[in-house]
């Protein structure tokens, strides 16, 4: 890789891997913690950027931000060519945010989180089916961005992480009660309200259910971030792509099975009927061994840097370095870095 896409991730300095040095800096999570188990695993950097968007793709006032200020629905609209690599891009940069932030000491978490923090503020504007304001950087989308993100992280392991011989698997509720509180640190670094992040499963729930009215369909949605990329991006396609587009058609293989791992809530958001539920789930469970390839170096290794970076790559295996000369979960498992 060039070293000049470097930059599609990266934001500002190279980041420095938690742990690294004479500080014993191990970042705000560290081994040891839920946090590291569900981030370190090959197969859930690939797929975190598009689990979160299923699960945040229905909420009014994100999907508002999305259709104001994503670039995709802006060029879209605007009809002046689209590449399908800015469809790869927007993911790379969404994945570039979290793992620094995760697995960075803390000065580097600090940096990307403060930049994730201005990059937001501009973007406000005004729904159109109640008329309040929205900021990106607002409370409420805020602490709605933190827990979606988190969740899609572990969904995706609990349901698609395997562990040498061991199949994905629901964590114990002591263990996924930690995964959150330990969670809370990345809420704060991106400007959610302390007491507004929920630190259990239960207190997950209850969010949701909290704000269940926030959810809909905006008239321009589907054709806004569906039909119009779809049809410029198929214009501006070229066989010579297909390399970059690797993870985007990872992606779109794998859609029914990501929409899979999702709550039963999550899916009746997204409007698929809970008659299709029972096809979901077995097909989940009859293609989820395609998964252990992402437990080979080659493959998780491959995914890994054209997703989440070299960077990405870097923290991952300098993270997985010190959880195994702890003893950690990751000890003699042959793991992507």
């Known amino acids: ?106 000065p580097t978490a600090d940096r990307v989180a403060a930049r994730l923090r201005r990059y937001h503020a501009p973007m406000t504007g005004i729904e159109p089916g109640t ?41 114990p509720p002591d263990e996924r009660d930690r995964f959150w509180l330990e969670a ?5 670094l991106m400007g959610a309200v302390p007491d507004q992040i929920p630190v259990t499963c239960r207190e ?14 905006a008239d321009n949605l589907f054709h806004d971030l569906g039909l119009a990329p779809m049809l410029e991006m198929a214009r501006e396609f070229s066989p010579s792509q297909l390399p970059e587009l690797a993870p985007l058609l990872l992606s779109a293989a ?20 809970a008659v299709l539920d029972p096809f979901l789930d077995t097909l989940l469970r009859v293609t989820r061994p395609a998964m252990r390839a992402f437990t080979f170096r080659p493959f998780g290794d491959a995914m890994a840097r054209r997703v989440a970076g070299p960077d990405a790559l870097a923290l991952a295996a300098s993270a997985r370095r010190i959880q195994v000369a702890g003893g950690g979960w990751w000890k003699g498992v042959q793991l992507a870095g």
């Open 254 to 273: 794998f859609t029914p099975q990501l929409i899979a791992v999702l709550p039963k809530p999550a899916r009746r958001n997204l409007g698929i009927p």
């Open 204 to 217: 997950v729930e209850l969010y949701y259910a909290g704000i269940a009215d926030r959810y809909g369909v």
């Open 131 to 171: 008329g309040q304001p929205y900021s990106a950087q607002n409370a409420e989308l805020t602490l709605f961005a933190h827990v979606t993100i988190m969740q899609a992280a572990l969904l995706t392991y609990e349901h698609l992480a395997y562990e040498g011989l061991h199949a994905p698997h629901r964590l």
């Open 1 to 106: 890789m060039a070293p000049q896409d470097i930059r599609i991730w990266r934001r500002g300095p190279a980041p420095t891997p938690a742990g690294s040095g004479d500080t014993h800096d191990y970042g705000y999570f560290g081994p040891g913690s839920q946090v590291w188990r569900v981030l370190l695993h090959p197969v859930v950097t690939p797929f975190l950027a598009p689990v979160t968007a299923l699960l945040e793709l229905t909420h009014l006032g994100l999907q508002q931000v999305v259709l104001d200020h994503d670039p995709i629905a802006v060029e879209a609209r605007a009809r002046t060519g689209m590449s399908p690599i800015m469809a790869v891009r927007r993911a790379q940069r969404t994945v570039g945010v979290p793992v620094p932030i995760i697995l960075g000491d803390k």
């Open 184 to 188: 809370k640190q990345f809420g704060l």
